[in-house]
Nanobody
Framework: QLRLVESGGNLVQPGGSLELSCVSS????????IGWFRQASGKEREGVAC????????IYADSVKGRFAISRDNAKNTAWLRMNSVKADDAANYYC???????????????????WGRGTQVTVSS
């Protein structure tokens, strides 16, 4: 069973940067596409970014495009979400998720996803 553990959530000022990590255990990550989702209080969960199993393809939600960057290192069984120019609307609980196969477009965020982490909280405040 694939286990995912997120870390890196913290308080960040508007305009600041933060990097979230997602470490897997129990199975190798190199067969899985990895995604980051977020859910703010009172709002629906939304897909933020995903990266294909090889790392060659990345997809971003329009709301974070140009500000966030998803990356991975399969040898370390780790994926990251670099958050730059953080806005108040970015405050949420961020979840790492994994599903075998590729992340080839925004529809991936709507697919059933079998593995989830428990989340890491990002708070945005000055």
């Amino acid at each position: 069973q694939l286990r995912l553990v997120e870390s890196g959530g913290n308080l960040v000022q508007p305009g600041g940067s933060l990097e979230l990590s997602c470490v897997s255990s129990g199975w190798t990550l190199d067969l899985y596409a990895i995604g980051w989702f977020r859910q703010a209080s009172g709002k629906e969960r939304e897909g933020v970014a995903c990266i294909s199993n090889t790392g060659f393809t990345t997809i971003y939600a329009d709301s974070v495009k140009g500000r966030f960057a998803i990356s991975r290192d399969n040898a370390k069984n780790t994926a990251w979400l670099r958050m730059n120019s953080v806005k108040a609307d970015d405050a949420a609980n961020y979840y790492c998720a994994a599903e075998p196969g590729m992340c080839s477009g925004p529809k991936w965020f709507l697919n059933p996803i079998g593995s989830w982490g428990r989340g890491t909280q990002v708070t945005v405040s000055s």
